[in-house]
Every structure is written in structure tokens, then in C-alpha cells.
């Protein structure tokens, strides 16, 4: 069956983007993407590409006047490193409230990238709920400008839209999957650890971080579950953690990339420990309370450590026989 009407994604040349083009394509939606980069080549015919700004008069103008059933919006900036400033406020806060307006004037479904990084340090490392990311007792808030930008960004959602917009931001941990490498340092640590095992057999971590654990999530999970809430009657609005709901520590990964490495080669993987030059912005414990999610979506696609190691092996497998990863 054809759903009505079309979707938009932005941001669609990204590393998430792109997995959301290819997703709703298998899922036999009319695609219209957009993105200041150009279109990748293998998604060229997947979709209706527009090359410009997300919140550009045009494109706003089109959804306000009824055109999409759907918005998927991915588009940002995702450097943690970006500096406090207008660019960042307008693409990660301003621009994307100005695209919630036009959603609620077009009746079109908004569903947008948020960040676990909103809560920052999570000072019991235990699983966090979504309504806490302001309780100073359960975390630190956001580390850095792009925490920020996020978290202003879901505050103004939930004050300028209890009603009228069925919207749902997803506040992503650690996505990953096999073709990260144009996000460079932005890719997730995972993606990193294993590209570096398969292709120099040698991995580098923090001297501090052995100990840290993040909650990761397959790219692939996190599309099929977009593709399931634009599908679905619409869940409530607000903000939902989108995680596994479970933290793998560095040092259970770096084993697993010893094993990968020791069982392909024969060989011992070499470790190096190196300084963290930006402890104070660190998030040394990530992990989502699903609760929310899970009420409001029952039979949603969900991972286990298990799978996400799995997963992990494909990766590394990928990574070994590949040049562009």
C-alpha cells in the first residue's frame, strides 16, 4: 500500500538522512529530499532532490501549503564542537521552529532529530527519562553550544505546540552503521573503534574513557522506526529518548574488536591509550530510559546487546574490505 500524500526529508545527503531516503523508498513513499550537498549517487533515483536551505521561503511555503503528509527532518548541524553563535541558533533552533510552523499550517507530520546529548553528565549512571533533562539532581545538561542548540530547540517545541502539530523529536544516542566516514570525528565511536581495527590493527582510546559506556543503535533501527511512526496513527507529541536502552562500556567494544581482529588475522590487536583533551565536555555514561517510546510505539524495532555486537561484526567485516567504509 502507497501512503498518501509525500515525505520530505532534510538533511538527506547525511549519514542518517540518507538511511531515511532509502527507507521510505523500500516502504513505497513518493521522497522529496533536500540538502545544501549534492545528491548521493546510489539514491539518485530514490527521490525527488532539491538542492537549498531546509528552511528556505520556497520549501517552507510548499509544506505550509499542504504538500507533504510527512517531514522528516534530519538536517543540522551535529559538530558537538560547533561554537555558540547565530549559525548554530538559526540551523539547529530557529530554522527548524520556523519548519514546525509550516508543518502545523500544511497538516503535515513533523518528525525531527533531537540529541541524548541534551542531558550531558547522567550523575548516577542509570538510564535517563526524557522529563529530566532539566533536574540538576539526575544530570548535568547540555556540555557544549550543540547541546544547547538541541535542547532550546525541544523546550520550544513542547511550549509553541501541546496541540495543533503532531510532532515527535527523537533524541538519538549513538547511531552508527557502515558508511559514517564522511562524518569524520563525528562518527560514532563505535564505527570508529571498528574501521580502526580492520584497517590498521591498532585502536586508539581515551586513558580516562575504559570505563565509560554509550547506549548505541543501529542506523537501520532507527529508520525502520521513523518509517513505522509516519505510518502509524500518530503517537502523543513531544519528545522521545531513541536508543538501545542499554550501555556498552569501551572496554567490552575494544574486546570485541580484539576478538574481530585476532579470528580475521590471526594476529593480537594493539590498544593505545591517549589523553582526553576536552574532559569537562566528555560524556562518560550514556543510556536511555525507552519507557516512553516503547508505550507509545508497543511494537517498535528494538536491539539487545547481542545484536548490536552482531551488528558490529558486520561492520567490521564491511570496514576489512572496503576503502570507503
Known sequence: ?????EVLVTGAAGFIGRHTVAAFHRAGWQVTAVDLRPAPDHLGDRARWQHGDFASPALLAEIAAGRYATVVHQAGISDTRAPAGPELEETNTLGPLRLADACRTGGARLIYAS????????????PIVEDADT????????????????????EQMRA???????????RYTNVFGADEADKGPM???????LRQAARTRQIRVFDDSLTAARDYIPVET??????????QPPVPAGVYNFGGGFAVSFAEVAQWCARLHREATGRP???ELVPNPDTAAYQYFTCADMTALDKALPDRPTVSTVSVEARAAELFETFRSSDTG
Open 1 to 5: 500500500m502507497i501512503p498518501a500524500g
Open 115 to 126: 540529541s541524548h546529548s541534551v542531558y550531558g553528565t547522567l550523575h548516577h549512571r542509570t
Open 135 to 154: 533536574d540538576s539532581s539526575r544530570c548535568s545538561g547540555p556540555l557544549n553550544p550543540y547541546a544547547a542548540s538541541k535542547l532550546a530547540l525541544d
Open 160 to 170: 509553541r505546540h501541546g496541540t495543533g502539530l503532531h510532532w515527535v523529536g527523537l
Open 187 to 193: 562518527a560514532s565511536i563505535l564505527s570508529q573503534l
Open 222 to 231: 532507527v529508520t525502520a522506526t521513523i518509517v513505522q511512526l509516519a505510518k
Open 269 to 271: 590487536l594493539v590498544a
